[in-house]
């Protein structure tokens, strides 16, 4: 019964806001696409999160993040929950261009403002497709803008720490010689797993791991595999002891 009513609020508060922010969002874009990514990541932080009082902890590696005049760079994180977008957001406190599935620009309103702000990327397309991709890419990094990416590609329902990388991340990281940014996310997945109809509060522990920088002699396979290891290691050093009880 708790859940049930907890559901009742939360739900029709979490799709009105969404709905109103991503209209207003919509707006916005046509004046300033990087102040619409401000709103989406600070904003749904705050829709997310709040409500149902789940509190993000960085627990190490703050000082990880590159200066916000350093360039740009690209995020990547491992992926259990829907809770895990706006824990990002919150845990770095920056301005995010996010890399997304193409068929959640087709969601009403929030996949009208993902075309307009971030980036959406069709997997079973073309190779064209995929070169213009990384053009865009290049041209936003190079433009000093945030890029973040999952590169499970999905969300991790097992018991295995990490999901095989899937290789976008790391081409646009040789293309363009960015750093790649580790990001750690634990507990997301038991405070809201897939199918759960409401997410349970709780705190959602970050761990952030030093910035790793394309070498020339880094292979694409070399490179994800490295960056595959050291995003494993930094989730489990968080330390599953204090998972929070389901409620």
Request: with cysteine; glycine share 8%; aromatic share 8%.
């Amino acid at each position: 019964m708790k859940r049930f009513l907890f559901g009742v609020w939360y739900l029709p508060i979490f799709a009105v806001c969404t709905i109103l922010a991503g209209l207003f969002c919509l707006a916005v874009s046509l004046f300033s696409k990087n102040l619409v990514r401000r709103i989406t990541s600070g904003g749904w932080a705050l829709i997310v999160l709040d409500p149902a009082r789940i509190k993000v902890e960085v627990v190490s590696g703050q000082e990880n993040l590159p200066a916000p005049d350093s360039g740009g760079y690209i995020i990547f994180a491992n992926h259990r929950s829907l809770l895990d977008i706006p824990t990002v957001a919150r845990a770095t406190g920056r301005s995010i261009s996010w890399v997304a599935k193409a068929a959640l620009g087709r969601i009403p309103v929030f996949g009208w403002t993902l075309k307009r702000a971030h980036m959406l990327v069709d997997r079973g397309g073309s190779p064209e497709s995929a070169r213009q991709m990384v053009t865009e890419a290049a041209a936003r990094l190079s433009a000093g803008e945030i890029m973040a990416i999952f590169p499970e590609g999905t969300r991790n329902s097992t018991d295995a720490p990490l999901l095989p990388f899937k290789k976008g991340a790391f081409i646009l990281a040789k293309h363009t010689g960015v750093p790649l940014v580790p990001l750690a996310i634990r507990h997301s997945g038991s405070l809201w797993p897939r199918g759960k109809f409401v997410p349970s509060s709780g705190v959602i522990k970050v761990a952030i791991g030093q910035p790793i920088k394309p070498e020339k002699n880094h292979s694409l396979h070399n490179l994800a595999g490295e960056a595959q290891k050291t995003l494993e290691a930094l989730y489990l050093s968080l330390d599953d002891s204090s998972a929070p009880p389901a409620n």
